[in-house]
């Protein structure tokens, strides 16, 4: 056996194999690095031979006829990686106000919902993103604090029923209403019909009800 | 002694409320690219304020954890939004939905922490196949071209040094061309190109678009647009990415091969 002190010596350096083993393991790290290796490559699905991925844009339009995309702008804006938006335009419940009479006939606010995408949404889902707030409208204003159980909101998507309840009952709810899956170019509409209980005292004037929801498409 | 060292202090942190993430999406753009170590310490929505980045799991979305910059801060909650994204995020963050407040953003270091455990398994591996080999020179060249074999694999697969992802594409008034919207990825700054479109060199965490060549009529339903991706260096940044590589060379040369046992060694000078 060699002693350690003569084997330390007499490592091979110079050696062909040495050199070689050096060129191969450093050709190996160049092609990892510079991403040969890893073979990147993106490609860009051309569906219906139009050069486009499939996106799920979605389009919200209310009676006034403002309109809401999924994106925060256009159909012609790149997608966000989040592809949501707050929409403020847009109020859901409609914007005329209510007063405590049976026989108010108030008009329904209608939402149209596109999927400007150019794939079919599988699942098309409504969720409350908060329980629902009071405000005051502006002064001067009743002092009850329960107005969210005094409306009564039905929402309907063709003959369905998709809810019915108190902005309250929406408010608390934990489960995503589910909506007819939207096709891309397709149009879904909703109506949302709300109503003050009958019977109220003035303490419920002026006062404003508030119940974010969101919307989602997923592919 | 040094993963000992970073162990220690990470198990410290972790007793003092600190938590780390690694960043594996691009929505916050170059502040916090994919592989950045994110490390955070509680904090409350009246610590908070706007331009903070916070980590944070948002109310009905159990099991996902964000990382994004506070927005605005609402009577009804924490609004945040993404470097990258272009509207702010869907919900409102109590109390309850933060994780903490994201105190130092290590870029790279992410990948380093995802890449180490495939290391130490690659490592031991190569070091135990290679003990079937007798010859002591043969083995630690095998162990040599192995390490760096093993690097190369696990770069395959998590993709730390040039990578891109197409956040969208939106077509042509034709239908045909288009423009795709293109994110980093990597820790390099990358040079995207398409074959006959155009090309965009993007930093880490880096924005940009892509304008998409106009496909042949007669082009086959479900092909697409490929999009190569290559190191744009500078030539000192060149230099380093040589050197690095050169780094197994280099070992061979000062270090160097095992010796055959005494007396069947042919090569000592």
Known sequence: MASSSHRAHARLR???????????????????????????????TNSNASVSSGTLLMRMEGGSGATCYSNGADKTTPISASNST???????????????????ARPASTIVVTNDGSVSAKTFTLRKADICRQTSSGAPSGTATDVCGKINLVVTSGSTQVFSGTLQQLGASTVDLVLPAVAPKASQSFTFTTKLADGLSNDYQGLTATVPLTWTFTA | MLALGLLVALAVLHLAGARTF????????????????????????????????????PPGRAGSTFTHRVAALDPDGVVTRG????????????????????????????????????????????????????????????????????????????????????LATTGGGD????????VSTGLLPSRLATE????????????????????????????????SIAPHLDPAGWVVFGLVCLLPLVWCLTVGLAPQAAGRRSAAS
């Open chain 2, 22 to 57: 690694v960043v594996r999406t691009a929505s916050m753009g170059t502040a916090a690219p994919v592989g950045t170590l994110v490390v955070t310490s509680p904090v409350t929505v009246d610590e908070l304020r706007v331009g903070d980045v916070v980590t944070f799991t």
């Open chain 1, 86 to 104: 707050s929409c403020t335009t847009v109020n859901t419940f409609g914007t005329s106000a209510l007063v405590p009479d049976s026989s108010e």
């Open chain 1, 14 to 44: 110079t050696t062909p194999l040495a050199v070689v083993t050096g060129l191969v393991a450093a050709v190996l790290m160049a092609l990892t690095m510079s991403g040969t290796m890893s073979a990147f490559s993106a490609s860009i």
């Open chain 2, 83 to 166: 470097d990258a994204s272009e509207g702010d995020d869907p919900w409102r963050l109590a109390d309850a939905d933060l994780v903490g407040r994201a105190d130092v953003l290590l870029p790279g270091v992410g990948w380093l922490a995802r890449a180490l455990p495939w290391l130490v398994v690659g490592g031991v591996a190569l070091w135990a196949l290679t003990l079937l080999v007798p010859s002591r020179t043969h083995r630690s060249a095998l162990r040599v071209v192995g390490a760096a074999g093993v690097v190369a694999a696990v770069a395959a697969a998590l993709r730390p040094f040039t990578a891109a992802t197409v």
């Open chain 2, 196 to 227: 006959h479109g155009s090309a965009v060199v993007l930093a880490s965490g880096e924005v940009g678009t892509l304008d998409l060549p106009t496909l042949a009529p007669d082009a086959p339903p479900g092909g697409g647009v490929l999009i």
């Open chain 2, 175 to 182: 239908g045909r061309g288009g423009v795709a919207t293109v």
